[in-house]
């Protein structure tokens, strides 16, 4: 190994404040550049900032650390304890006021970490990062750092993000001082590059002030042409959305009537405004008639017509079959040119909120006029691209269904109307473009179209016949195409005015946009590098980034190119020809593109399997290493989806020539949702620190090989060291075995293999058991606090172990029961596809895999434990305690009905008519019962019967039967109170058998 200094992310990083501010800023729409365009699974910028100056900076307390840095960093320190304590967020204060009164006490290198530290946490935040003294100061202590490093002097470090997707890591680059190179295999994420550390960088706020400029000419120009086709009411009121439904003929013996297919009749549900639709059959004309009903309530309104892609007649009341529905949609390539306008929503001026109206005469001959106009327009149309994209939108089964109702070219998801504003507002631009030529320096020229070109993907996104109306927004609601990351049907659907100053409007759009390139340009940054290139053959010379910090793909999470034909078609026709070379072919490039695509299109993609996508990421982690300077050092982001997933992951990295050195898990879900979906381990994202593994020389190192004993003994040494800290910070549970696996890895990846006294190479398979079996023990001894756990039974260490990997400590959400429930209940699909809609499930899920390791980490067998825990497919679950008094009192008892029902529990574990409450009145009818055989089953026997309120029986079994007597009970209840989510019943139950144990003499 090289002997480095080591970085301050290689020590340590306040995940938890970075975590929060991550959270927070996903709720941040001003100025922040997920507004600019859209881009899938964006990584959010306080995570990247924080991770970037911790991974640039080294750890003053480092013995290697340069003395040059330790002295600049103490000096900025001192001067924010001296001048800025005001910018510092409660956290820090207390820290920084001490360093006011005494400014020597920075001269200890560990106090400085734990400045530094802090600095980077309020850094984190939102608020902070235009904040000119924090960028000052970071930039200051970026560029010391490189040069105490080696850097040559006045030059910057290099970041390089190989996979840079929406620009998050480039831009935080080059906020904190760095230089930027960003490179994506995907067209348009390189546009999005280029704006954002390209022409911001360069031409700042003219770039606004054009755009701005140029854009109401946009608006103008092309209002004139498309007017005509959105007339105002008679009486002054504004359309601002049509809501329109596909229709089919009901297949019904000797029906066919046009049912218009709706998934819901509500049209607005929010404070005191309702108003629903009503169906009226009529019956001689074989159709549907609509009558809007102001102040509806639930009872007054019916169902949709449609319902899991079948669709109900409101005539004859026969439901024709999904199948049918899709033939019928199929032959009329999606049916969105005859759908049926059956609403439109209208503001009136000096009037508040929307106005619901039936559609009139006047709004059918607009979309009939837009229809013939477009036909005009593409029979007088000569040129290489058709008019509206013709380019194929292939089926990919489960994320792409749209193409099964015909809709087979990216132009067929727009309405006649649609395509024809898609269409004025593209030939509006050219027409800007042929304006501005030699008017502007042709860079700037170039830059304002591709930011007019991006605004005009933005109004696309609502300006399609998968667009919904929201029935709760505020603004004009309309909802865009990639509210997921996928392309299901949408039966009913909402068309916003693009000319309007709505959401789904130019105006808007343009807004939006102009925000990013004003906020952006307030940071004086300096100019990054993008280009187009594959990560799998990367452009960049050996040895030249000081840091690769990269957020790769992820097995099948997003079909990003497939997703980015959507735009990458219109931006073809805007700007194309302003990048030939981006733009060279009709559709995104694929072939390169790593992503397991083969389950989704096994026509297109048969080879893109799990093991191609491992194999790829494999040479792509080889490409970054080689870029890497041998003193640089490595960041790569992961998703934790399955254990088994990115255990391929660990070990791509490591067959690539990397070693990890830390690993922190940074959780960016805003709610629990996501993140209880599959229990202890999504939210976060894994920060994977690592260093290239060579010799002192420099050279690359293949054959050194560690000793598995020796690797076996300094393991449990290093969790003993690791988790303890961990916690103190907060961070326990899941979070905390994943920090833990970077200082696990570091004593397995230094070696180029590890092999056992046998010969045997020790896979990276079998370390992962080892190190997950090292955090279960040392977690169970932080848990009975220094009492030897070993005393315990298997089902005890794997129930506090369980309950403990599931808590996210003190600042966290702690994963209560109902928060799984509700996560485990989402998603809604209604395009007919096959959902797989999870069951409703209660009691604490793990991954079966992570319940695994962790109960062969304690010794325990989860076969044998089939009345503590059930398995199921994936998924393993810690049967909730009411769950178990059939097990814990015999047959006589009956289980507890659904928690939902609010019944009091004491009158259902022991039958019905059992058991009053209170212990005076306690009936005696007790079913004879045997003191279960664990400590645990005891413990859940005494929490029971406090539960059901038999007081009496629970100090008799207490006492006389002497289960209390056995010390270890009341240590499991104590490790088990701090356990149970807060409000859970066990909880509940746990306390009130622990507040007994005084009153009963133990
Ligand atoms: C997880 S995303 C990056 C997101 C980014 N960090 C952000 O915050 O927006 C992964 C990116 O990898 C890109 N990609 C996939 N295969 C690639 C390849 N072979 N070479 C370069 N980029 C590739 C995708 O286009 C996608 O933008
Ligand atoms: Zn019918």
Redesign the pocket.
Same mark, same amino acid.
């Given at each position: 190994m090289m002997d480095y200094p080591k970085r301050l992310i290689e020590v340590d990083l306040p995940i938890k404040r970075i975590s929060a501010h991550a959270r927070r800023e996903k709720s941040i729409r001003h100025g922040h550049i997920s507004t600019l365009h859209i881009?899938w /699974?964006?990584?959010p910028l306080a995570a990247c900032r924080a991770v970037i100056c911790a991974a640039l900076w080294p750890d003053p307390a480092d013995p290697l650390c340069p003395e040059s840095f330790r002295q600049a960093a103490r000096t900025w320190m001192r001067q924010w304890a001296a001048n800025h304590l005001t910018l510092l967020e409660a956290e820090s204060l207390k820290r920084f006021l001490g360093y006011q009164k005494d400014p020597g006490k920075l001269d200890d290198n560990e106090e400085l970490r734990c400045a530094l530290l802090d600095f980077i946490a309020d850094f984190a935040n939102w608020d902070n990062s235009t904040r000119w003294e924090y960028l000052q100061t970071a930039r200051a202590l970026t560029q010391t750092a490189h040069e105490a490093l080696g850097g040559l002097p006045g030059t910057r470090p290099l970041v390089v993000d190989?996979? !840079? #997707? #929406? #620009?998050?890591?480039p831009l935080e680059a080059l906020r904190v001082g760095a230089d930027a190179f960003a $490179? %994506?295999?995907?067209p348009v994420?390189v546009l999005l590059n280029k704006v954002v550390l390209e022409y911001i960088p360069k031409y700042g706020q003219q770039l606004a002030d054009e755009v701005r400029k140029w854009g109401e000419w946009v608006k103008k120009e092309a209002e004139k042409e498309l007017a005509e086709f959105y007339p105002k009411d008679p009486d002054g009121a504004t359309p601002i959305a049509y809501l329109w439904a596909r229709t089919i003929r009901c297949e019904g013996p000797g029906c066919g009537a046009e049912v218009p297919l709706i998934r819901s009749l509500w049209l607005a549900k929010k404070g005191n405004r309702s108003v629903a639709l009503r169906l009226i059959p009529n019956r001689k004309e074989k159709r549907v008639d609509f009558e809007i009903i102001e102040n509806a309530r639930g009872r007054d309104v019916g169902e949709g017509t449609v319902r899991r892609g079948s669709a109900t007649c409101p005539i004859c009341g026969y439901t024709t079959p999904v199948a049918s529905v899709r033939r019928q949609l199929k032959e009329r390539r999606g049916g969105t040119a005859d759908a049926r306008l059956f609403c439109v929503v209208t503001t009136r001026p000096g009037q508040q909120g929307r106005f619901y109206r039936l559609p009139t005469e006047r709004d059918l001959g607009a979309v009939k006029k837009a229809a013939a106009e477009l036909e005009r327009r593409q029979r007088e149309h000569q040129g290489p691209l058709s008019l509206v994209p013709d380019e194929a939108l292939p089926v990919m089964s489960g994320v792409f269904n749209a193409p099964i109702y015909g809709h087979d070219t990216w132009g067929s998801l727009f309405t006649p109307r649609q395509a024809l504003a898609m269409l004025t507002l593209t030939r509006t631009l050219f027409k800007l473009r042929e304006k501005l030529n030699g008017m502007l320096e042709n860079g700037l020229e170039i830059a304002i179209l591709c930011s007019l070109a991006l605004t005009l993907n933005k109004v696309a996104e609502r300006l399609t016949s998968l667009s919904r109306y929201d029935t709760s927004a505020k603004m004009s609601g309309i909802i865009g195409i990639f509210s997921g990351q996928r392309l299901p049907m949408v039966w009913d659907f909402g068309e916003g005015n693009p000319l309007l100053d709505r959401s789904s409007g130019w105006e808007q759009c343009l807004k939006w946009h102009l925000d990013v390139l004003s906020e952006c340009s307030k940071l004086d940054l300096y100019c990054g590098n993008v280009i187009a $290139?594959? /990560?799998?053959a990367h452009p960049l010379s050996n040895d030249i980034a000081n840091c690769v910090f990269t %957020? =790769? =793909?992820?097995y099948n999470a997003?079909p990003? !190119?497939d997703l980015s034909d959507f735009f990458y078609v219109w931006l073809r026709r805007t700007i194309g020809n302003c990048y030939p070379d981006l733009f060279a072919d009709p559709l995104t490039p694929k072939e390169?593109?790593?992503?397991e695509m083969a389950g989704w299109d096994p026509d297109r993609y048969p080879h893109k399997d799990g093991k191609w996508f491992e194999q790829?990421m494999t040479q !792509?982690m080889a490409e970054g290493w080689r870029i890497l300077n041998p003193a640089g050092v490595g960041v790569v982001v992961f998703a934790h989806k399955s254990t088994d997933g990115w255990e391929a992951m660990l070990q791509a990295m490591i067959d690539a020539g990397w070693t990890i050195t830390a690993s922190w898990p940074i959780d960016t879900e805003m709610s629990t949702r996501l993140r209880a979906r599959n229990s202890a381990a999504l939210a976060s994202s894994i920060h994977l620190v690592c260093r290239p593994r060579i010799n002192s020389d420099g050279s690359g190192q293949t054959d050194n090989i560690g000793d598995w004993r020796d690797v076996l003994q300094e393991l449990p040494r290093r969790i003993h060291d690791w988790l303890p800290r961990l916690a103190k910070e907060g961070v326990v549970g899941a979070d905390a075995i994943f920090a833990c696996l970077g200082p696990a890895l570091e004593v397995f990846s230094r070696y180029s293999r590890v092999e056992k006294a046998s010969g045997e190479v020790v896979t990276l398979k079998e370390y992962l058991e080892h190190v997950w079996a090292a955090v279960a023990r040392e977690a169970l001894g932080m848990i009975f606090e220094g009492a030897d756990a070993t005393g315990f039974e298997e089902d005890a260490r794997l129930t506090a172990m369980w309950l403990w990997t599931l808590s996210t400590g003190p600042n966290g959400n702690s994963h209560t029961r109902n928060q799984l429930e509700f996560g485990l209940e989402a998603e809604e699909r209604d395009d007919g596809e096959e959902a797989s809609r999870p069951a409703k499930i209660s009691g604490f899920v793990l991954e079966y895999d992570a319940a695994r390791k962790i109960a062969q980490g304690l010794g325990a067998h989860l076969e044998n434990l089939a009345s503590l825990v059930e398995v199921k497919g994936e998924t393993a679950r810690l049967l909730p305690v009411a769950e178990r008094s059939r097990y814990l009192f015999g047959k006589g008892t009956s289980q507890p009905g659904g928690r939902k029902k609010k019944q009091p529990v004491q009158m259902q574990i022991f039958g019905p008519g059992a058991g009053a409450k209170g212990e005076e009145g306690e009936a005696g009818e007790m079913p004879a019962f045997s003191p279960g055989a664990t400590v645990l089953d005891r413990l859940h026997q005494s929490m029971l019967l406090f539960g059901t309120g038999r007081g009496e029986a629970l100090k008799r079994f207490l006492v006389e039967e002497g289960a209390g007597r056995d010390p270890r009970l009341w240590r499991l209840a104590q490790a088990l109170s701090a356990l149970y989510p807060a409000s859970s019943e066990e909880k509940r139950w746990v306390d009130g058998v622990l507040v007994r144990k005084k009153g009963l003499g133990f």
């Open positions: 881009w /699974a964006r990584r190989p996979f !840079a #997707g #929406g #620009g998050a890591i $490179s %994506d295999l995907n994420a $290139s594959s /990560a799998l %957020d =790769p =793909p992820y997003v990003y !190119a390169e593109e790593i992503c790829k !792509a």
